[in-house]
């Protein structure tokens, strides 16, 4: 992508925003600590750097074509086959339910575009998310009991953390291939990072290099079944 062609991203930026119906801290806040910065970019008054641009693309499944030219698909094959499965209306309206327990997935297989949903849930808090998870065991209790249902949303950048919230953390082989939710905080090394359970009968702390962990989900909210 050359640099004249970024020079159009902001403007293409703010339809694929404004077509989300998302703010700008809830657009680029998962990519970005200052979102102030986007909107003079969004305005053409500056161009986006090329690992922002990087890094928005990937997050919202952008077709680069588009963004460069305004020719094709607003979004990749991925984001409108998941927009083309039976049964989901409208792929900003409805985000799928993985009936899959999150420590059994493995960091090198798991997709949430490519696993099968149960079934779509509509509730617009949480529609920018990428997926329904079940949570089991009582780690996370009470802000999480077994049985209610996470919303959770892929982190690119995984050096913007909110620290203290929730997030499901997928680790490699030299983590033991962990998969967990857990509250994150800062760690006195920048090179590690901590998980600790909500849970005040799990007690002590698990200490990771943040260079195993593979992909990284925030947790946005939860749900229980009678809402459903």
Known sequence: MTNNQRENFGPRLKEIRLAKKMTLQEFY??????????SPIENGARRIGRRLSEEVIRYY???????ATGNGNMFTDDELHAAEIPGREDSNQGVPFININPSEISSGEFNLLRERPEYYVNFRPFNDCDAYLPIYG?????????????????????????????????????????????????????????????????????????NVI???????????????
Request: net charge positive.
């Open 29 to 38: 806040g998962v990519v970005a600590k200052h979102v102030n910065n986007f």
């Open 61 to 67: 499944h952008i077709n680069e074509k588009w963004l």
């Open 138 to 210: 009582d780690s996370m209790y009470p802000k999480y009991a077994s049985g209610e249902i996470i919303a959770v949303r892929e982190v690119i950048n995984k050096d913007i953390i909110q620290w203290g919230e929730a997030y499901l953390i997928i680790t490699d082989e030299y983590a033991n291939n962990i998969t967990t939710v857990k509250l994150l905080f800062e760690h006195n090394s920048t090179s590690k990072i901590v998980l600790r359970a909500s849970n005040p009968n799990y007690k002590g702390d698990t200490i990771l290099d943040r």
């Open 214 to 228: 593979k992909r990284l989900f925030i947790v946005k909210g939860k749900i229980t079944r009678n809402q459903l």
